[in-house]
């Protein structure tokens, strides 16, 4: 008997022609109308409204990052540094808000592409951030990947409680088609042979596993030890940081690093009630269950044309930071990274981070250096790369803040 003033649970899903639905021209027009609207940000919005707290911070970095820098997680640390607190690192803001701008187009599966922070002021802890966003332009695109899909760009402004501008973000997501809508959606999964068990095609020996954990053991970190604008050398390279071999548990734990993240069982139908299109149901299982679980589930990251459970793509952006920031120490500060993603990264895959400084200015008074930045597989391929700009310590003009 249902519960008066309950709403009652549907355990039908969705007619196939809406559970991956082709990309029309009908429906990119539908979501073109959205472009300039600022959007309703309502998943888990209570937790943009309270003080970041060092505990959020240290989690970001610890486990969404992979990144142990005292600076983002140790108290007494942080006092002894020009900030006299703990800040965050330059991707922390991915977890007020995840930066996915990709209102309409139902049932159109969204890939991350790759991001633009400018960072105005450091994140502290103690700080009340919040965020607004809008899609602000759409481009229709084919390329190798994906012989026809959709760009939508988004703007998210993120401000503090001064209403002071704090970063600002540009996403760029993509929307492709699943391959039950009968329309060719993303080839990698065509690519590669089918491993459902192994998605990655690399076996380690254990001398290499030796050696990554070595590299680990070493990596570099400048901390303190001040790096000043003067010093810094156009095609300098910046000492490497390994991310992997990839593993469900490095995925699971960038997710539980954030602040906020996608819902769970009760929680979960309920959402599914409210937002009936978001929404893969297995074929094998006919279980419901939110898109993003293709980052675990090698049927569903199949059906959107992966090859096997991948990470999240702004996982490599946070990858980037960690690289930027172990270079620039403590008193560098990014004011602007940004990429692109050029390759799923699977279950398996070993990403080596390395950049190059490609110029050095003074704006305005300032020293900044530019930097381009990238991520190559034990397979030799680019997976993502981008670029940045720090803010450097100088001797003749004062410090970087």
Not at 294 to 300: A, L, M, Q, S
Request: proline content about 6%.
């Amino acid at each position: 008997m249902d519960t008066p003033g309950k709403s009652k649970p549907t355990a039908d899903p969705l007619p196939e022609s809406r559970q991956a639905p082709a990309l029309s021209d009908e429906a990119i027009a539908k979501a073109r109308e959205l472009i300039g609207v600022w959007l309703r940000r309502d998943v888990h919005t209570q937790a943009i409204y309270e003080p970041v707290s060092l505990h959020d911070i240290r989690r970001w970095a610890q486990y969404s990052v992979g990144d142990d820098n005292p600076l983002w997680s140790d108290t007494e640390y942080a006092k002894r540094t020009m900030w006299g607190v703990n800040i965050a690192p330059p991707t922390f803001l991915y977890t007020i808000d995840t930066g996915i701008v990709a209102p309409g187009l139902p049932g159109i599966q969204w890939i991350f592409a790759g991001g633009q922070w400018e960072h105005y002021k450091p994140v502290k802890a103690g700080d009340t951030i919040t965020a607004s966003a809008r899609l602000i332009r759409i481009e229709e695109r084919q390329g190798r990947a994906a012989p026809r899909f959709v760009n939508q760009v988004g703007e998210v402004l993120f401000n503090n409680l001064a209403g002071e501008p704090v970063s600002r973000y540009e996403s760029q997501i993509f929307r492709i088609p699943r391959r039950r809508s009968g329309e060719q959606g993303l080839r990698y999964a065509d690519q590669q042979e089918e491993k459902p068990k192994q998605e990655s095609a690399t076996r380690y020996s254990r001398k290499e596993i030796e050696e990554i954990a070595a590299a680990y053991a070493n990596e570099y970190r400048r901390g303190n030890d001040t790096l000043y604008w003067e010093d810094v050398k156009v095609g300098e390279e910046l000492p490497v940081v390994l991310k992997g071999p990839l593993t469900l548990v490095d995925i699971v734990g960038f997710y539980s690093g954030r602040r906020t993240v996608y819902n769970v069982l009760k929680l979960a139908f309920l959402e599914r009630q409210r937002h009936p299109n978001n929404v893969y149901y297995s074929p094998s299982t006919g279980v419901p269950m939110h898109p993003a679980a293709g980052h675990f589930d090698v049927e569903i990251a199949r059906e959107i044309g992966m090859p096997g459970a991948y990470d999240q793509g702004w996982q490599r952006m946070n990858w980037a930071g960690h690289l930027i920031t172990n270079w620039a120490g403590d008193r560098g500060f990014v004011t602007r990274i940004g990429g692109r993603i050029n390759k799923p990264n699977l279950v398996g895959d070993l990403t080596r981070m390395q950049g190059t400084v490609i110029d050095k200015r003074r704006e305005d008074g300032v020293a900044l250096v530019e930097l381009e930045w990238s991520g190559t597989n034990q397979r030799g391929e680019k997976n993502c790369n981008g670029t940045a700009t720090v803010r450097l310590a100088t001797r003749n003009i004062g410090s970087a803040t």
